[in-house]
C-alpha cells in the first residue's frame, strides 16, 4: 500500500539533527509495524502546511495527518484547505489516520469540537482505557500508553464516531469512523528522547509540577509499536 503522510508542522531546526522530522517519525514506526505484519507499506510525504497535496487524490491508498503546533481551530487558509480534504477523503471513504492535531482537525472538520481544555499541557508519557475494542487492536491489555504533547482536545465527537479510548485527563483520546478513520490523540512516532527534548524546551511554559510529572513518566511502559500494528492493520483494512 502507498500511504500519503500529509505534513502539518515541522520538527524545530535545533532538532533535526538528533530526531529528524515528522514525516521519517512517522514513516519508520509505521514502517517497522507493517514489518512486524509481513506487510508491504510505502509512504510518501506531502508538506500541506505550504500548500503541497498529492495530484490527485487517489494517488495514495491511505493517508496520516501528522501533529503539529497549530490549533485545529485556528483561522489560517492552509487548515481550511485541510479541512476540504478531510471531508473529501471521508466521503470517499478513504483510509485516514489522525494523531494528535490531526485526531483534533478531522473532529473539527466533520461536526465535532476542539478547544484549548481545561486540564492544561499534557506531556509524556499517558495512559488511556480502551472502552470499545476494535478488530484491528489486540486482545489485551486493557490500556495504552503512547506520548503526548497538547494543550488543545477533543471535547465533542463528529456524528457517527465511535470512542474507542479514554482517560481522565483526555476523555476523548481515540476514537474511529465506519472503517476509512481512525485517529489518536498520542503520539506513536515520538520516542522518549524527543519527548524530554520538547519538555526541557517548553519548561517555563509547563510549569514545575507539569514539567516534573511529565519528566517522571518516562519512565513508564511505552507501547508506540503495538499502536503503530493497530494503525498498519487498520489501513489494510477487514478483509485481510
Known sequence: MKIGILQADSVLEHLQPKHGNYPKMISDVLSRAASDLGADFEFTNFDVEHGTYPSAISECDGYVIS????SAYDDEA???????????LHDKKIPLIGIC??????????GGKTVGA????GVGIHDSDIVDRRWFMDAEPDQYT???SHK???????????LLASS?????????????IFTMQGHPEFDRDYSRALMNMREEVLGPETYTQGVASLGKPLMRDAVSRWIIRFL?????
Request: charged share 15%; glycine share 12%.
Open 67 to 70: 501533529g503539529s503546533k497549530k
Open 78 to 88: 492552509w487548515i481550511k484547505t485541510l479541512v476540504g480534504y478531510i471531508r473529501t
Open 101 to 110: 492535531f490531526g485526531h483534533q482537525l478531522i473532529a473539527e472538520a466533520l
Open 118 to 121: 481545561e486540564a492544561g499541557w
Open 146 to 148: 503512547l506520548i503526548v
Open 152 to 162: 488543545d482536545q477533543v471535547v465533542s465527537l463528529p456524528d457517527g464516531a465511535q
Open 168 to 180: 481522565n485527563f483526555c476523555p476523548n483520546s481515540m476514537y474511529c469512523i465506519g472503517e476509512h
Open 236 to 240: 489494510q483494512g477487514n478483509s485481510t
